[in-house]
């Protein structure tokens, strides 16, 4: 059984930074594409960054471009999420999610056709001054 396990989640002020990290045990990271998520209060859970299994395609909600960057260790499992510049409306739950043999996963994601295969619990992020 595969597990995802976030981290790195905190309150900061508003401009500044955080990196989650997103660590896959019970299978090898190589074979999956991997999504973050996040939850707004009051709000649906909506992709926020994607990279696929190549390491070679990442996608970005528009509202975070430039502002965040999506990288994989496959050496160490782990999926990375360096979030800079972060202001109020990037407050929610974050999670990460994992999904295999789906080429176009990826690019749905991040266009609202938020399923997967795999999730973990999430990590909590405040931006407030």
């Known amino acids: 059984q595969t597990h995802l396990i976030e981290s790195g989640g905190g309150l900061v002020q508003p401009g500044g930074s955080l990196k989650l990290s997103c660590v896959v045990s019970?299978?090898?990271?190589?074979?999956?594409?991997i999504g973050w998520l996040r939850q707004a209060p009051g709000k649906e859970l909506e992709g926020v960054s994607c990279?696929?299994?190549?390491?070679?395609?990442?996608y970005y909600k528009d509202s975070v471009k430039g502002r965040f960057t999506i990288s994989r260790d496959n050496a160490k499992n782990t999926v990375y999420l360096q979030m800079s510049n972060l202001n109020p409306e990037d407050t929610g739950v974050y999670f990460c999610?994992?999904?295999?043999?789906?080429?176009?996963?990826?690019?749905?994601?991040?266009?609202?056709?938020?399923?997967?295969?795999?999730r973990g619990q999430g990590t909590q992020v405040t931006v407030s001054s």
């Open positions: 990279i696929d299994n190549s390491d070679e395609i990442r």
């Open positions: 999610a994992a999904e295999f043999l789906n080429p176009v996963w990826c690019k749905g994601l991040i266009d609202g056709l938020v399923q997967f295969t795999f």
């Open positions: 019970g299978d090898t990271l190589k074979i999956y594409d």
